[in-house]
Structure formats: structure tokens, C-alpha cells
């Protein structure tokens, strides 16, 4: 890279660090793209022009950039640049905005007859809230004892021991796309070894053996959850297959539960992390 080069970049890189828009600057005409190299002007009239780059100094097309104080708006070209003309002299600010990037604003002080004015110099951050993402928890589930015979499961040391209902909380991004339920144990009850395992009682649920998924919809996310801001599982002992079910008896039995709440986007029908491991990055369950 030329020296003369190399500055430039390293002097507009400073100049737009923190993600926000810079103040106008002198720039050569080799700076400036050839569509704003000048800008129409009269003696009682001046104009703004900049350039609109990503957090890696590339030009960013298609960005919304709002003059405030006259209320006009502008898209940038593919060179990132933009213009703004037949303005008064005076000082106006200026708002630029993209979906995927976070919104940056800046002033400039338009001068009359000036058909080069400073460029304006703006970044914009992405804004990784849009971005499709994921979380993982997990809970030890334990069942003391437990019951099911003739469609009936119950837990009846819930007072002494089982930890079988557990909350999984929902962050504070809004309400997951899915949800994956999954458990995994090591059978070791004589009298069966199927559970049966539910979000919040009722509302969606599954006899399952180990190894065990069963997923919720964002619909049925919003039906199950408290206020959507958690899901709420239950373990309960299962029914072992048969015509009729066949009574289980559980015993000190414990299970290892994975929730996985999915942002932004559906993994594959298949995926489960148990089987195929973590979802990092998202392509691994896409």
C-alpha cells in the first residue's frame, strides 16, 4: 500500500472508531467519489455531502440518511456517498440509519457558495440484536419416586426429595423461534424406564425414552409459557409401551435435561444437541 494511502485509511479509521459519525473533513478530489466530487451551489445556497461506510471502511449502498431541520431524506449510492443540496447557511444534523447496523448521527455547518464542501465521514456499526442466535441450558433433573398406572402418573415425594419441575427462563430478547426439550438417562428401574415429559403439565408433551426431543413453536411457546418470559418442564414417570401400558415404579432416578431456545431462525428438523453437539456456530443445526 502507498504511504499517502496507508494514512489516509489509518486517519479515517481513528476518525470513525466507537461507532459514531464523524465531523466533516478537507478531502482531495481522489477521496471523494466522482458523483459528489461538486455539489450545485449558488451564491445563497450550500450543500452537504458525505460517504456512509461499515464497521471495516467499506462504503455501505442503500442507506437511509435523514437531514434534520428541512426533514429530507436521501439514499446512498453504491460508492456509499450521499448529497444533500439548496441548502441556507447554517448548522444541520444528520441521521443514518440501515437495517442490521446501528443508527449513527452527526452535524455540519453548511456554508453558501461552497461547491466542495467537506466530506462527512460516517460510520455505522452492525447491530448484532438482529443477528440470529441461540441459548443453551441445562438442569439435573431428579424423581425420588414416582407412579403411573392406568393413565395416571403422579410424584408423590415431591415434598421429600424429587426435583421434577424446573423453570427455564427466557432471556430478554423476545420470544424464541423454537424451543428443544431433550433428556437423557440411564435407565436403572426394574418396573420401567419411560418418562414422561412436558412443557408446563399439559400444554405440550411426550412419553419418551432415552434419548428424548420434543420442540415448541414460537405459537405454542407463547400458549405455554408464564407471561413468555419462561417455559416451565415437568418430569413425571412414563408408560412403559404395551397393550394395555405397563405400570413403572421410579426410584432415585435422575436425568439430565437440555433446553435450547433458537432466535431468529428454525434448526433443522433433525438437530438435537445431544446427538449432534453444540449448534456454534448456527450452520452446525441450520
Not at 249 to 270: L, S
Request: glycine fraction near 10%; aromatic fraction near 8%.
Amino acid at each position: 500500500m502507498k504511504p499517502g494511502l496507508l494514512l489516509s485509511v489509518l486517519l479515517l479509521t481513528a476518525a470513525v472508531a466507537s461507532g459514531c459519525a464523524t465531523k466533516a473533513d478537507s478531502s482531495s478530489t481522489s477521496d471523494v467519489p466522482t458523483e459528489i466530487q461538486t455539489v450545485a451551489v449558488t451564491k445563497e445556497t450550500g450543500a452537504i455531502r458525505g460517504i456512509v461506510f461499515d464497521p471495516a471502511i467499506h462504503p455501505l449502498a442503500n442507506v437511509t440518511v435523514k437531514l434534520g431541520g428541512v426533514n429530507e431524506t436521501v439514499k446512498t449510492s453504491a460508492t456509499g456517498s450521499f448529497s444533500f443540496t439548496d441548502l441556507k447557511a447554517g448548522t444541520y444534523f444528520l441521521m443514518a440509519s440501515k437495517a442490521g447496523y446501528q443508527s449513527a448521527q452527526t452535524s455540519h455547518d453548511v456554508v453558501a457558495g461552497d461547491d466542495q464542501p467537506p466530506l462527512v465521514k460516517i460510520q455505522l456499526l452492525e447491530d448484532a440484536s438482529g443477528r440470529p442466535f441461540l441459548e443453551l441450558q441445562e438442569w439435573k433433573a431428579f424423581l425420588q419416586c414416582g407412579v403411573w398406572a392406568v393413565a395416571v402418573t403422579t410424584n408423590p415425594c415431591f415434598a421429600t426429595g424429587s426435583d421434577n419441575v424446573h423453570e427455564f427462563v427466557i432471556g430478554g430478547n423476545g420470544t424464541p423461534q423454537k424451543a428443544l426439550l431433550e433428556a437423557v438417562w440411564d435407565g436403572t428401574q426394574p418396573l420401567g424406564n419411560w418418562l414422561d415429559l412436558s412443557f408446563d403439565g399439559a400444554c405440550k408433551g411426550a412419553n419418551v425414552a432415552s434419548p428424548a426431543a420434543i420442540n415448541a413453536t414460537r405459537a405454542e411457546i407463547v400458549k405455554c409459557g408464564a407471561g413468555q418470559t419462561q417455559l416451565m418442564v415437568r418430569v413425571f414417570p412414563g408408560a412403559t409401551p404395551g397393550t394395555p401400558p405397563v405400570p413403572t415404579v421410579v426410584v432415585n432416578q435422575d436425568y439430565a435435561i437440555y433446553m435450547t431456545y433458537f432466535y431468529g431462525f428454525d434448526p433443522r428438523p433433525d438437530y438435537t444437541f445431544v446427538k449432534d453437539g453444540a449448534c456454534d456456530p448456527i450452520t452446525v443445526c441450520q
